[in-house]
């Protein structure tokens, strides 16, 4: 049964900082692009953060470069995203996704919530 499930989500003050873990089980993880989305009520659902199957170069939107840095460790089938310099406009549904790098198949989480505000 394949898994995504994500954790660390929660209440922070702007500035602050959060870091969020996604899990994965049931497939090779790494054998999987991993990344996180984010949406905001309201909003699409965007592209946050890019990590390559076996690590390297990283890719991030726009407005998180700098702050953001997103990390695998493929022996505990884990991503996660470190989230520094947060401010309000970082707050939205946060969702871990897994794509294999070369078959079409992709996998959600269930996304963790993560809020900035004072």
């Known amino acids: 049964q394949v898994q995504l499930v994500e954790s660390g989500g929660g209440l922070v003050q702007p500035g602050g900082s959060m870091r969020l873990s996604c899990a994965a089980s049931?497939?090779?993880?790494?054998?999987?692009?991993m990344s996180w989305y984010r949406q905001a009520p309201g909003k699409e659902r965007e592209l946050v953060a890019v990590?390559?199957?076996?690590?390297?170069?990283?890719n991030y939107a726009d407005s998180v470069k700098g702050r953001f840095t997103i990390s695998r460790d493929n022996a505990k089938s884990t991503v996660y995203l470190q989230m520094n310099s947060l401010k309000p406009e970082d707050t939205a549904m946060y969702y871990c996704?897994?794509?294999?790098?070369?078959?079409?198949?992709?996998?959600w989480g269930q996304g963790t919530q993560v809020t900035v505000s004072s």
């Open positions: 049931g497939f090779t993880f790494s054998n999987y692009v």
């Open positions: 990590i390559p199957r076996l690590g390297g170069s990283t």
């Open positions: 996704n897994a794509r294999h790098f070369l078959r079409p198949v992709t996998y």
